[in-house]
């Protein structure tokens, strides 16, 4: 029997001068030494989510760096050392993007978003929801419009993987067909 309880969406909010760092950050623990609090009401061995919760806000600020993995990573090895009940945790974040608006002044961005995952063996996922891309043919020359090709924008999810193997980032993005010769403008 495997047991998992956790966290879900502790809003972080980090600013260190000019950057900021915001997110919904949610924890899953892993372990068999919870499952006497559903067979016995022993409870001895549980770490509340309200702990769950003040834990992930205190340990954000002892953070210094800037990527929701590298904070997930931070989190995850925190969790374990502190609390060696936990077999395993699976961690995962949304980033809320704010865009600079002034000299001190954000906006709340609904467009696309960082996210990341880090599973319990270690492997560290993260990349884009929601992210608009534009694919134009290389460097413009008006003399060579035989081989261009139309702009496009698509929706697509751009994401990277890596595991302890230290694979390098994929991304994955759409190409648009050429553009008739009809429809070519002078």
């Given at each position: 029997m495997r047991i998992s309880y956790g966290k879900l969406r502790v809003p972080v909010h980090r600013i260190s001068g000019d950057e900021v760092l915001a997110c919904e950050v949610s924890i899953e623990v892993l372990g068999d030494n919870f499952a006497p609090a559903y067979t016995e009401g022993d409870n001895s061995n549980v770490v509340a989510t309200d702990t769950m919760k003040n834990f992930i806000l205190r340990e954000s600020l002892a953070y210094d760096g800037g990527s929701l993995e590298g904070l997930l990573v931070h989190l995850g090895r925190r969790f374990t050392a502190t609390y060696p009940v936990m077999e395993g945790a699976r961690m995962s974040a949304k980033e809320l993007r704010f865009d600079r608006l002034g000299e001190r002044v954000y906006a709340r961005s609904a467009d696309d978003h960082g996210v990341a995952t880090v599973e319990p063996d270690g492997t560290v996922r993260g990349g884009r929801h929601g992210m608009m891309l534009l694919k134009t043919a290389s460097p413009p020359n008006p003399s060579a419009?035989?081989?261009?090709?139309?702009?496009?924008?698509?929706?697509?999810?751009?994401?990277?993987?890596?595991?302890?193997?230290?694979?390098?980032p994929r991304l994955s993005a759409g190409w648009c067909a050429p553009i008739p010769p009809t429809s070519r403008r002078a």
């Open positions: 419009s035989a081989g261009r090709r139309r702009p496009c924008s698509r929706r697509r999810a751009a994401s990277r993987r890596r595991s302890s193997r230290s694979s390098p």
